[in-house]
């Protein structure tokens, strides 16, 4: 999905004769951290709620604060992960769109992407989550895929992610069967290390936690 797909026109842009307390009242209204800027529609930058409240005068032009402007957006044909960077980048509740012409577009709200993060990763498709854990030199996907196929079943989505500090892989696995079970047995017959699941069996995945916890105690 582009990021001009996701695009809310009814947040409010600003101008630079706008003041600071318009802005922050527009900010309040709209719950937002950021407020778009332009000039004859052409973007000029975000201003933040901390910079409008780190002013001492109410009526003063935001004009006089385009110092403190972040230039930060994306582009209207870009993919929407990237505006998932953008707002993670510039930690603000709004990532403004512009065209080729640096006009603004829109902005997209933390919200929308949210809702498509959702939609993206399957979070509404019925099914059961499989958490695995291992060196990254082990990661492939097509034993993994093997393995849940040979149950039966199908992975609906896949997703990694590098543990900052231990530098190993975390895989989160979304299959399209609740009743996993089988499948967990699977990979640990494989000596794969299933940190997490969750499925129909929430009971016995609150059980098999705790014998891990126990026989991690007892060092056995």
């Known amino acids: 999905m582009l990021t001009i797909e996701l695009i809310n026109n009814n947040i409010p842009r600003l101008k630079l004769k ?10 309040n209204d709209f719950r937002v951290t950021h407020l778009p800027v332009v000039k004859d529609d052409k973007f000029l930058g975000l201003v933040s709620e901390d910079d409008l409240l780190d002013q001492d ?3 003063m032009p935001i ?3 385009q110092e ?3 230039h930060a957006a994306v582009h209207e044909n870009e993919h929407f992960l990237n505006a998932v960077t953008c707002s993670n980048q510039i930690d603000s509740t709004v990532v403004p769109v512009i065209n080729e012409e640096n006009e603004l577009m829109g902005v997209i709200t933390t919200n929308e992407l949210l809702k498509t993060i959702g939609n993206f990763a399957g979070t509404n498709e019925i099914g059961g989550i499989i958490v695995l854990e291992m060196e990254r030199s082990q990661f492939a996907i097509s034993e993994i895929s093997r393995i849940v196929e040979s149950n039966d079943a199908t992975i609906l989505h896949l997703n ?3 543990h900052a500090e231990t530098g190993m892989l975390t895989v989160t696995l979304h299959i399209n069967k609740k009743e996993i079970s089988a499948i967990v047995a699977t990979f640990e017959r494989y000596e794969f290390d299933v940190i997490y699941y969750f499925g ?4 016995e995945n609150e059980i098999h936690s705790n014998y891990r916890h ?3 105690y007892l060092d056995i």
């Open 200 to 203: 129909n069996e929430k009971f």
């Open 214 to 216: 126990l026989m991690n």
């Open 68 to 70: 403190s402007f972040i």
């Open 57 to 59: 005068e109410s009526k």
């Open 160 to 162: 990694t992610t590098i």
């Open 63 to 65: 004009e006089l604060m």
């Open 18 to 27: 706008d003041s600071v307390g318009r802005a922050l009242q527009l900010i």
